[in-house]
Each structure stands twice: as structure tokens, then as C-alpha cells.
Nanobody
Framework: QVQLVESGGGSVQSGGSLRLSCVHS????????MGWFRQAPGKERERVGI???????SYEEPVKGRFHISRDYAANTLYLQMNSLKPEDTAMYYC?????????????WGQGTQVTVTS
């Protein structure tokens, strides 16, 4: 059974930075798709970005140029570096993973870590 454990959330002022981590309980292949999602109160969950086949990365428009995804294969860990944070980035952030290159749907999810950005 795959387990994903996120950490690194917290409260930060607008313009600040946070780095989220997601530890995968199994070995991550360079072709396994993983991603970050977020859900704000009263809103639907939305994708933040994904890292897919061969390490290719894509971001959703609201976070482009501010958020950066990386992966440490030795540590089985996915990261989300969040810079220039805005109040509208406030949400529960979730890590998701698949055991192959498909990036939708993701069968494995973490429990989430809360990010709050104050103005």
C-alpha cells in the first residue's frame, strides 16, 4: 500500500516562501507521475503542477513562475517550493502519485498540509 506524507505547511505573510515535502513510501521511478493539488475552503480541488514521464514538469497558470516542483529520487520525496506567496494561495495542499506514467487519475493521495498566506 502506497503512503504519501506531506509536511512543510504553515502560516506566512504575503510575499513569503514555503517548501512542502511529500515522502513516498515506495521507490519512485523517473517515469512515475506525481503531482501537487490544492483545495481552498468552498472551492473545488485544483491541480498546482505535475512531474511526469522522464521528469517533465508542468504548472497551472496561477502559480507559474512562483512555484517549483522537484523530486529527490534517493529520498523518495517530492517537493513544492512556493515563492512570492499570495493570500489566494491559501489552501490545503495535497500530494498525489501514480505507480506509472499516467497523470490522471491519481490513485494515491496524502492527507494534506495547510498553507495560510496572510496579507
Amino acid at each position: 500500500q502506497v503512503q504519501l506524507v506531506e509536511s512543510g505547511g504553515g502560516s506566512v505573510q504575503s510575499g513569503g516562501s514555503l517548501r512542502l515535502s511529500c515522502v513516498h513510501s515506495r521507490y519512485i521511478s523517473t517515469n512515475d507521475c506525481m503531482g501537487w493539488f490544492r483545495q481552498a475552503p468552498g472551492k473545488e480541488r485544483e491541480r498546482v503542477g505535475i512531474i511526469g514521464y522522464g521528469g517533465s514538469i508542468s504548472y497551472e497558470e496561477p502559480v507559474k513562475g512562483r512555484f517549483h516542483i522537484s523530486r529527490d529520487y534517493a529520498a523518495n520525496t517530492l517537493y513544492l517550493q512556493m515563492n512570492s506567496l499570495k493570500p489566494e494561495d491559501t489552501a490545503m495542499y495535497y500530494c498525489a502519485a501514480n505507480s506509472d506514467s499516467r497523470c490522471s487519475p491519481f490513485p494515491f493521495w496524502g492527507q494534506g498540509t495547510q498553507v495560510t498566506v496572510t496579507s
